[in-house]
């Protein structure tokens, strides 16, 4: 069953108000029935986690519902969730935000945050009441808000919200702070200053902080350059699958660069990478292959790891598979599919072009007939619309 979103500020006060609250389950009884809506909020709260009684999501939304008829705003946000995923009563998506909608106007900065992000996406004016109100969901929500603005007023103000969540624990905020920081974005730049926001994103177990963190050791940005720190941050990345530091912690290993030199290791973290479709370790896995490192030589593999990141305009795969075509190794020799890959790495407009794959395409532009340059033209085209469809969106 699809469970209601739980908000870390609001469940605080819900345990301190109703879990460990001095009345018992008789008392509370009484004093819902006699129509004390902070009773009934209590109450419906019991019901919902099963804490004292029975858990029973209709008795808890009849308790929520009596409470919130009487304007109780945290009973109305609660109701509001229980709509919002169909628990005690039927899933009704309008309902759910009329209830969040009553809550927020009476100042609950969870609904307040509730509604913005979920029921009436862009609208300002929940989040900033919500920020307002110390909620630090809001308060990043509203820094990225004014981040994406990009004027450097905007930029100082993203500064300063990002700031207030992350004063509170946040930790993309806390990520985001330092980004801001060690790119002097709406705030002096400040390695030191970002590398002290990544720690604490990352003690949350942040990953992109934790990748941060190694980034910056491995390029003494703030800290003294430290390879062997360096690797420690990219492996606690890696072990919580991020790709990018999955890959660099197997070059790492790859080199002997702050860990012990282990070929077979290396190759085991960035076939971790390569298979989550990461387009720069597909092609150090090739690489590997190709070389017989830290794994048997295979040309074929070499070639299939090359076309994954190839086809995701990753240049120096498209070059190197150009080659094993016109050479017929690990393929079949093929002159159309040699041509087609090393016109794509030769393009001037394209990432990190490759020049010399000029001098291959000549040589064999020399021998090839008018039938296979048209059908390399062709395809071409073909591929780099399918590249083009298949990039990410920014």
């Given at each position: 069953?699809?469970?209601?979103?739980?908000?870390?500020?609001?469940?605080?006060?819900?345990?301190?108000?109703?879990?460990?609250?001095?009345?018992?389950?008789?008392?509370?009884?009484?004093?819902?029935?006699?129509?004390?809506s902070?009773a009934?909020?209590?109450?419906?709260?019991?019901?919902?986690?099963?804490?004292?009684?029975?858990?029973?999501?209709?008795?808890?939304?009849?308790?929520?519902?009596?409470?919130?008829?009487?304007?109780?705003?945290?009973?109305?946000?609660?109701?509001?969730?229980?709509?919002?995923?169909?628990?005690?009563?039927?899933?009704?998506?309008?309902?759910?935000?009329?209830w969040?909608?009553?809550?927020?106007?009476?100042?609950?900065?969870?609904?307040?945050?509730?509604?913005?992000?979920?029921?009436?996406?862009?609208?300002?004016?929940?989040?900033?009441?919500?920020?307002?109100?110390?909620h630090?969901?809001a308060?990043?929500?509203?820094?990225?808000?004014?981040?994406?603005?990009?004027?450097?007023?905007?930029?100082?103000q993203?500064?300063?919200?990002?700031?207030?969540?992350?004063?509170?624990?946040?930790?993309?905020?806390?990520?985001?702070?330092?980004?801001?920081?060690?790119?002097?974005?709406?705030?002096p730049?400040?390695?030191?200053?970002?590398?002290?926001?990544?720690?604490?994103?990352?003690?949350?177990?942040?990953?992109?902080?934790?990748?941060n963190?190694?980034?910056?050791?491995?390029?003494?940005?703030?800290?003294?350059?430290?390879?062997?720190?360096?690797?420690?941050?990219?492996?606690?990345?890696?072990?919580?699958?991020?790709?990018?530091?999955?890959?660099?912690?197997?070059?790492?290993?790859?080199?002997?660069?702050?860990?012990?030199?282990?070929?077979?290791?290396?190759?085991?973290?960035?076939?971790?990478?390569?298979?989550?479709?990461?387009?720069?370790?597909?092609?150090?896995?090739?690489?590997?292959?190709?070389?017989?490192?830290?794994?048997?030589?295979?040309?074929?593999?070499?070639?299939?790891?090359?076309?994954?990141?190839?086809?995701?305009?990753?240049?120096?795969?498209?070059?190197?598979?150009?080659?094993?075509?016109?050479?017929?190794?690990?393929?079949?020799?093929?002159?159309?599919?040699?041509?087609?890959?090393?016109?794509?790495?030769?393009?001037?407009?394209?990432?990190?072009?490759?020049?010399?794959?000029?001098?291959?395409?000549?040589?064999?532009?020399?021998?090839?007939?008018?039938?296979?340059?048209?059908?390399?033209?062709?395809l071409?085209?073909?591929?780099?619309?399918?590249?083009?469809?298949?990039?990410?969106?920014?």
């Amino acid at each position: 069953m699809q469970r209601r979103p739980r908000w870390s500020a609001l469940a605080s006060l819900l345990l301190v108000n109703a879990i460990f609250a001095a009345d018992s389950i008789v008392e509370l009884r009484t004093k819902a029935e006699a129509g004390d809506s902070e009773a009934q909020f209590r109450l419906g709260f019991y019901y919902d986690l099963g804490e004292g009684v029975l858990q029973n999501s209709a008795e808890a939304v009849n308790w929520y519902r009596k409470a919130a008829d009487q304007a109780h705003a945290r009973a109305q946000a609660k109701l509001g969730s229980m709509y919002e995923v169909g628990e005690g009563v039927p899933k009704k998506k309008e309902e759910a935000r009329l209830w969040f909608r009553k809550a927020a106007d009476q100042g609950l900065a969870e609904a307040q945050f509730e509604l913005g992000s979920r029921f009436e996406k862009g609208i300002e004016r929940w989040f900033r009441a919500a920020a307002n109100g110390g909620h630090p969901g809001a308060q990043y929500e509203l820094g990225g808000i004014y981040y994406r603005m990009g004027q450097p007023a905007a930029r100082q103000q993203a500064a300063a919200w990002f700031r207030k969540a992350a004063d509170q624990g946040h930790s993309d905020a806390q990520l985001h702070l330092g980004l801001m920081c060690f790119w002097g974005q709406g705030v002096p730049q400040d390695y030191a200053e970002a590398m002290k926001w990544y720690r604490r994103a990352a003690e949350q177990g942040n990953v992109r902080a934790l990748r941060n963190l190694g980034t910056l050791y491995a390029e003494g940005q703030g800290v003294p350059k430290d390879s062997t720190e360096s690797a420690k941050w990219y492996r606690q990345a890696a072990e919580f699958g991020d790709a990018q530091s999955q890959a660099t912690l197997g070059l790492m290993l790859a080199r002997g660069d702050g860990v012990p030199k282990d070929a077979t290791e290396a190759v085991r973290w960035v076939r971790l990478a390569a298979e989550q479709n990461y387009a720069t370790a597909q092609y150090d896995l090739a690489s590997f292959y190709a070389r017989g490192e830290g794994t048997a030589k295979d040309d074929a593999m070499a070639a299939t790891w090359y076309r994954h990141a190839a086809e995701q305009d990753h240049t120096p795969s498209q070059y190197e598979l150009g080659l094993l075509y016109s050479s017929g190794v690990g393929v079949p020799r093929d002159v159309v599919q040699a041509l087609l890959w090393l016109n794509l790495a030769h393009r001037p407009w394209a990432p990190n072009g490759v020049p010399k794959a000029k001098e291959v395409i000549d040589r064999l532009w020399l021998t090839a007939t008018a039938e296979q340059k048209a059908e390399q033209a062709r395809l071409k085209t073909a591929m780099e619309a399918k590249i083009e469809a298949n990039r990410p969106k920014k």
